[in-house]
């Protein structure tokens, strides 16, 4: 497929706004957010930071940091010594602040997030979800999503029918974000570009994938339940990610093409022997 102009990559996915959403979230990477230099310290500072000076380093809002202990995403504060009204929190909470904000940056809802936090040693099952994430997210091909500009589109369309850009909306093969338009799968959309201008129907194109979708989604979880529950049993010894990802790699290739190709033969062959179902045509 090809493309003209610049063209931005972004993250596949729309999940709907949750709560700290809507407390406007900062992370510490974001410029945007309190300013991040700490306000002057004092000597009653020696106790720990105050709410505003944590938000001021993590750049996370105060409001936010609220909402966080009320989660039990982040733990409560000590008090001040001279004043218990005070609270004053720690390097820790700061570190916290931090780690909450990587692990929404990869994708992760509070409730996830909880539960790595609180289950056992949360350093080492946090640790352990990176890691997983870094080996699994991402291995299994090069179809980063792009943006595209109403120029962009158009260009990319020239050869289509009328009514093809209408179809690929419907189908979610392209999604409007503003003035511009979200490709979640550059890859999948030349797919179905080409078959079109090979003159397959778009709407029969985008019915076929959506087909594809179903039965290949429900066969990529049955399959991941399969290696999970090995590797629980002690598939793979110590390097339990290295194994998942290494017997799933040629599964998700290799053997999903040569089974999916012998299952659409199979099919062929049982139409053929259908005679009155061909007569039917």
């Given at each position: 497929m090809c493309h003209h102009g610049p063209m931005?990559?972004?993250?596949?996915?729309s999940p709907a706004v949750d709560p700290v959403e809507a407390l406007n979230i900062k992370t510490s990477d974001d410029t945007s957010a309190t300013a991040v230099e700490s306000p002057e310290r004092?000597?009653?500072?020696?106790?720990?930071?105050?709410?505003?000076?944590?938000?001021?380093?993590?750049?996370?809002?105060?409001?936010?940091?609220?909402?966080?202990?009320?989660?039990?995403?982040?733990?409560?504060?000590?008090?001040?010594?001279?004043?218990?009204?005070?609270?004053?929190?720690?390097?820790?909470?700061?570190?916290?602040?931090?780690l909450i904000g990587e692990?929404?940056?990869?994708?992760l809802r509070l409730p996830a997030i909880r539960n790595l936090l609180h289950e056992g040693d949360a350093t080492?099952?946090?640790?352990?979800?990176?890691?997983?994430?870094?080996?699994?997210?991402g291995s299994w091909g090069n179809d980063a999503p792009l943006i595209l500009q109403s120029a962009e589109l158009?260009?990319?369309?020239?050869?289509?029918?009328?009514?093809?850009?209408?179809i690929l909306e419907e189908g979610r093969l392209i999604?409007?974000?503003?003035?511009?338009?979200?490709?979640?799968?550059?890859?999948?959309v030349e797919?179905?570009?080409?078959?079109?201008?090979?003159?397959?129907?778009?709407?029969?194109?985008?019915?076929?994938?959506?087909?594809?979708?179903?039965?290949?989604?429900?066969?990529?979880?049955?399959?991941?339940d399969l290696f999970v529950t090995a590797l629980a049993q002690g598939f793979g010894g110590d390097d339990d990610t290295s194994s998942l990802v290494?017997?799933?790699?040629?599964?998700a290739g290799d053997a999903a093409r040569i089974i999916f190709a012998q299952q659409l033969e199979r099919s062929i062959e049982a139409l053929l022997a259908d005679t009155k179902r061909i007569q039917k045509r």
């Open positions: 931005a990559r972004r993250s596949t996915g004092t000597a009653d500072d020696d106790a720990g930071l105050s709410l505003e000076q944590l938000a001021a380093i993590s750049g996370v809002p105060a409001r936010t940091i609220r909402f966080y202990q009320g989660e039990k995403l982040v733990p409560k504060p000590d008090r001040d010594p001279n004043d218990a009204r005070v609270a004053r929190y720690s390097p820790a909470h700061v570190e916290r602040l931090r692990l929404r940056d990869r994708g080492t099952n946090v640790a352990d979800w990176l890691g997983l994430d870094a080996s699994l997210r158009r260009d990319m369309l020239t050869d289509a029918p009328p009514g093809t850009q209408a999604t409007r974000q503003g003035t511009a338009w979200l490709v979640p799968s550059p890859a999948l797919v179905a570009l080409r078959l079109v201008g090979d003159g397959v129907p778009i709407d029969l194109v985008i019915e076929a994938g959506a087909i594809l979708q179903t039965h290949l989604g429900r066969a990529a979880k049955q399959l991941i290494e017997a799933l790699r040629p599964i």
